[in-house]
């Protein structure tokens, strides 16, 4: 059958637009190819489609564009597909029309969050990049796992901050992941959560690995040579930056283990070593500074540091230079490798204004010429040492020294107290040398030295050498002995006190005493305060005279089992 031409015939650019997700209008040609003109006219089938023109004339061989806009305002979330009818000489044409809608449209700032051992909560963003609101639920598939909130509505552009928690808890050591599915407007979402649970020994909630203070006793743990380092910045323990710190704050320092600056296994980090173990050695923690003095508290447990090295020029030597009046020094020994400085040198403190509780040095210190030298202190200005000792020896010629401490007193307003210490060293210096003490120049009325002793020899140069003091002129000084002997060429040289102007009972001297001038078996100068029940062995020293105390021989100082005689106080 043959398509009669003589009419005019009406066809579609197009039979189908697609707008898509975003597209809200388009075109679509009508061409008349019949044999003559042609009316037509178009039918929309649904509200949400438009166009500009809905009827007209085509003469034969002429077209028109129409534009086809769609408005998904009132149309849900989906996928709609509308119709738009043209009709012309009895005759219709269906163009379909295709639209997309979007709904809220959810985003998630993170998806996979790893809370390691410590972080007990993490917080991410849901955001809405849709054109309409939208809602959303989320479920946990595991009890430690928590989001808060758990569901939620958010506008078209608005976020949502949201807070993902875990709870340790309850749970054993060891590696642990969890998920959160949420759900929004047909998009299904996983956010994925891991952790660890660590070793928590003190049960504050910081894992033994990233906590300062493991066994939560207030003091910062050391455990190496590089840990021993850093107390250096920050001298009161104040933890700037550092987890596990109890209520009241962090009281100091503790040593864990031994420590031994030779030893590869005493660093954290062996970049360190050659800095400590050669050239200037060591620099000690603190210095004659207000603001640079190391002024908490320092426990030892009893371990040691061993191998120290120190070779300077300067002042203030010591794995401590000054420990100010807030310090403390405890429960630790020493062992020296090499040991030189000038004023104020030791090998645990060069200079200190706090108490030194069951500490000890041994070794070898040297001074060509420094002052206040001793071998477990420098100085002691101020506080109490007590069970404390120095085995070794102070060389070269400095003044002021003492097997155990140089010098003793930091103001007359201040107290100090020795008790219960002793040194075993060898002891050579120019003026004031003293078996345990170089000498005392400050202290209230209240300060001693009791139940001590020195056993090691002395040398020197110069005046005012002792066998357990050089000069005492504060404090005083109780049931005390000295047993090394004392040589020097100049004067004021005493088996116990070479120079003496405070109160001396019940303490005796052993040692052979030599001197030029004002040489005493007990004491070179200064009887006024000695009392009399003070003793020095008139056999072993050489010497039947002293500025104070009484001569006896070996026998006599022997003799006696009960409180008789001499030994009746």
Same mark, same amino acid.
């Given at each position: 059958?043959?398509?009669?031409?003589?009419?005019?015939?009406l066809?579609?650019?197009? %039979?189908?637009?697609?707008?898509?997700?975003?597209n809200?209008?388009?075109?679509?040609?009508?061409t008349?190819e019949?044999t003559?003109a042609l009316?037509?006219?178009?039918?929309?089938?649904?509200?949400?489609?438009?166009?500009?023109?809905?009827?007209?004339?085509?003469?034969v061989?002429a077209n028109?564009?129409?534009?086809?806009?769609?408005? @998904?305002?009132?149309l849900?979330?989906?996928?709609?597909?509308?119709?738009?009818?043209?009709?012309?000489n009895g005759?219709?044409?269906?163009?379909?029309?295709?639209?997309?809608?979007?709904?809220g449209?959810?985003?998630?700032?993170?998806?996979?969050?790893?809370?390691?051992?410590?972080?007990?909560?993490?917080?991410i963003?849901?955001?809405n990049v849709?054109?309409r609101s939208?809602?959303?639920?989320?479920?946990e598939?595991?009890s430690?796992?928590?989001?808060? /909130?758990?569901?939620?509505?958010?506008?078209?552009?608005?976020?949502?901050?949201?807070?993902?928690?875990v709870d340790?808890?309850?749970?054993?050591?060891?590696?642990?992941?969890?998920?959160i599915?949420?759900? %929004?407007? $047909?998009?299904?979402?996983?956010?994925?959560?891991?952790m660890?649970?660590?070793?928590d020994?003190d049960?504050?909630?910081?894992?033994?690995?990233?906590?300062?203070?493991?066994?939560?006793?207030?003091l910062?743990?050391?455990?190496?040579i590089n840990?021993?380092?850093?107390?250096?910045?920050?001298?009161d &323990?104040?933890?700037d930056?550092?987890?596990?710190?109890?209520?009241?704050?962090?009281?100091?320092?503790?040593?864990?283990?031994?420590?031994?600056?030779?030893?590869?296994?005493?660093?954290?980090?062996?970049?360190?070593? /050659?800095?400590?173990?050669?050239?200037?050695?060591?620099?000690?923690?603190?210095?004659?500074?207000?603001?640079? @003095? +190391?002024n908490?508290?320092f426990?030892?447990?009893?371990?040691?540091i061993?191998? =120290?090295?120190?070779?300077?020029?300067?002042?203030?030597?010591?794995?401590?230079?000054?420990?100010?009046?807030?310090?403390? =020094? @405890?429960?630790i020994?020493?062992?020296?490798?090499f040991?030189?400085?000038d004023?104020?040198s030791? &090998?645990?403190?060069? +200079?200190?204004v706090?108490?030194i509780?069951?500490c000890s040095?041994?070794?070898?210190?040297?001074?060509?010429?420094?002052?206040?030298?001793?071998?477990?202190?420098?100085?002691?200005g101020a506080?109490?040492l007590?069970?404390?000792?120095?085995? $070794?020896?102070?060389?070269?010629?400095?003044?002021?020294?003492?097997g =155990?401490?140089g010098?003793?007193?930091?103001s007359s307003?201040?107290a100090?107290?020795?008790?219960?210490?002793?040194?075993d060293?060898?002891? !050579?210096?120019?003026?004031?040398v003293?078996?345990?003490?170089?000498?005392?120049?400050?202290?209230?009325?209240?300060?001693?030295?009791?139940? !001590?002793?020195?056993?090691?020899n002395?040398?020197?140069?110069?005046?005012?050498? $002792?066998?357990l003091?050089?000069?005492?002129?504060? $404090?005083?000084?109780?049931?005390?002995?000295?047993?090394g002997?004392?040589?020097?060429?100049?004067?004021?040289i005493g088996g116990?006190?070479?120079?003496?102007?405070?109160?001396?009972?019940?303490?005796?001297? =052993?040692?052979t005493v030599?001197?030029?001038?004002?040489?005493?078996?007990?004491?070179? @100068?200064?009887?006024?305060?000695?009392?009399?029940?003070?003793?020095w062995d008139t056999?072993? %020293?050489?010497?039947?005279? %002293?500025?104070?105390?009484?001569?006896?021989?070996t026998?006599?100082?022997?003799?006696?089992?009960?409180?008789?005689?001499?030994?009746?106080?």
């Amino acid at each position: 059958m043959e398509v009669d031409n003589s009419i005019g015939l009406l066809n579609l650019s197009t %039979s189908s637009l697609d707008f898509g997700q975003d597209n809200e209008s388009s075109q679509v040609t009508l061409t008349n190819e019949g044999t003559s003109a042609l009316d037509w006219s178009a039918t929309v089938n649904d509200s949400w489609i438009s166009l500009d023109a809905a009827s007209g004339s085509l003469d034969v061989g002429a077209n028109t564009t129409l534009t086809v806009t769609v408005d @998904r305002t009132n149309l849900d979330a989906g996928t709609f597909e509308g119709t738009v009818d043209f009709a012309s000489n009895g005759e219709t044409t269906t163009l379909l029309v295709n639209v997309e809608v979007k709904g809220g449209e959810l985003s998630i700032s993170e998806t996979n969050l790893s809370l390691g051992v410590s972080d007990p909560n993490r917080t991410i963003t849901f955001e809405n990049v849709g054109v309409r609101s939208l809602s959303w639920t989320s479920e946990e598939n595991t009890s430690w796992l928590n989001m808060a /909130p758990k569901e939620g509505t958010i506008e078209v552009g608005a976020t949502a901050t949201i807070l993902i928690e875990v709870d340790r808890t309850g749970l054993g050591l060891g590696d642990y992941s969890g998920d959160i599915t949420v759900t %929004s407007e $047909g998009q299904t979402f996983t956010i994925s959560v891991s952790m660890t649970v660590a070793q928590d020994t003190d049960g504050d909630g910081v894992p033994d690995e990233i906590d300062a203070d493991v066994d939560g006793d207030g003091l910062m743990e050391i455990y190496t040579i590089n840990d021993l380092n850093e107390v250096r910045n920050d001298l009161d &323990a104040s933890g700037d930056g550092k987890q596990g710190a109890p209520a009241g704050g962090f009281t100091g320092y503790e040593l864990m283990n031994d420590l031994d600056f030779d030893s590869d296994a005493s660093y954290s980090d062996l970049s360190l070593k /050659p800095d400590v173990t050669a050239g200037s050695g060591w620099e000690p923690i603190g210095a004659n500074s207000s603001s640079n @003095r +190391f002024n908490t508290v320092f426990e030892g447990n009893g371990f040691t540091i061993s191998n =120290l090295f120190i070779n300077r020029t300067t002042s203030f030597n010591g794995i401590f230079g000054y420990v100010d009046f807030l310090g403390e =020094l @405890r429960n630790i020994s020493i062992e020296i490798r090499f040991l030189s400085g000038d004023d104020f040198s030791a &090998a645990l403190a060069g +200079f200190s204004v706090a108490d030194i509780i069951n500490c000890s040095a041994q070794g070898t210190v040297q001074s060509p010429s420094g002052g206040s030298v001793g071998l477990l202190v420098g100085r002691f200005g101020a506080g109490s040492l007590a069970n404390c000792f120095a085995i $070794g020896e102070i060389a070269g010629n400095p003044f002021n020294a003492g097997g =155990l401490i140089g010098s003793i007193g930091f103001s007359s307003n201040d107290a100090w107290f020795i008790e219960n210490s002793y040194a075993d060293v060898i002891v !050579s210096g120019s003026s004031n040398v003293g078996g345990l003490v170089g000498g005392t120049y400050w202290g209230s009325s209240e300060s001693f030295i009791r139940n !001590s002793y020195a056993s090691g020899n002395i040398s020197a140069t110069s005046n005012s050498v $002792g066998g357990l003091i050089g000069v005492l002129n504060y $404090g005083s000084i109780t049931n005390c002995y000295s047993s090394g002997d004392v040589v020097s060429s100049s004067f004021y040289i005493g088996g116990f006190v070479g120079n003496n102007s405070r109160s001396i009972t019940s303490c005796y001297s =052993l040692g052979t005493v030599q001197g030029s001038s004002n040489i005493g078996g007990f004491s070179g @100068r200064g009887a006024t305060n000695i009392t009399q029940d003070n003793y020095w062995d008139t056999q072993t %020293s050489g010497i039947d005279t %002293s500025a104070g105390g009484t001569g006896q021989t070996t026998s006599q100082l022997q003799g006696p089992t009960s409180n008789t005689g001499i030994y009746i106080t």
